[in-house]
């Protein structure tokens, strides 16, 4: 069974912080890792990671992918109080079609 | 740009009764699925929503309690039947394209906003 762990559960910071969000998976016949940011309802789409050591980047977001240690890490530099979000790992198989996803870490930026 | 909408966005409903959800995609797209996220939860895969055959749902949920429905390729619903408060949850719907550019290319599985169901 697919399974996707993160960590930390939750984590609260101060502004102008860095954080760095943990994924580790295993999966049978992985095919990518995706990034979701979960505000209030819809999780909206960050990134995709299929390769191994290849930085995705997006302003103040960055993520990596570590297929031999089945993992990728979630970094965000000079958080924002809009930054406050729950922050959903999930992979998906080679059929391509279902998500499997973590329990997500609830990150909280304080002013 | 490409959305996905869905209504009820919210509905407070009475135990025993059903309700049906709806999903629209405003482009073609081969895939679609429902998900549940119940209160402080993660997201589980309910079922995939197959064009005009019988959806393939996940281990523990059954047809009678949540039929869905895809008549074409940007439509979809879902009902959850005889409702308790157990099924209070936000519903997700998804929708991802194999082919083609723009938001719904490669592989990327995208959602809509969810509609948030409390049972009473």
């Known amino acids: 069974e697919d399974k996707v762990v993160q960590s930390p559960l939750s984590l609260v910071v101060h502004e102008g912080d860095t954080v760095t969000l943990n994924c580790s998976y295993e999966v049978t016949n992985f095919r990518s890792l995706l990034w979701y940011k979960q505000e209030k309802k819809a999780p909206t789409f960050l990134f995709m990671l299929t390769s191994s050591g290849i930085e995705k980047k997006s302003g103040r977001l960055s993520s990596i992918l570590d297929k031999k240690e089945l993992f990728s890490i979630l970094n965000i530099t000079a958080t924002q109080t809009g930054d406050s979000a729950v922050y959903l790992c999930a992979v998906q198989n080679n059929a391509g079609n279902m998500l499997t996803f973590g329990g997500g870490t609830r990150l909280m930026v304080k002013p | 740009s490409a959305v996905i909408s869905q209504k009820p966005s919210r509905d407070i409903c009475q135990r025993g009764t059903s309700l049906t959800i709806q999903c629209q995609v405003d482009s073609q797209v081969t895939m679609m699925f429902w998900y549940r996220q119940q209160p402080g939860q993660s997201l589980t895969l309910i079922a995939t929503a197959n064009q005009g055959s019988e959806a393939t749902y996940e281990s523990g949920f059954v047809i009678d309690k949540f039929p869905i429905s895809r008549p074409n390729l940007t439509f979809s619903t879902l009902t959850v039947s005889n409702m308790s408060p157990e099924d209070s949850s936000i519903y997700l719907c998804?929708?991802?394209?194999?082919?083609?550019?723009?938001?719904?290319?490669?592989?990327?599985?995208?959602f809509g906003e969810g509609s948030w169901l409390t049972v009473v």
């Open positions: 998804s929708a991802k394209s194999g082919q083609g550019a723009g938001i719904y290319s490669g592989n990327t599985i995208y």
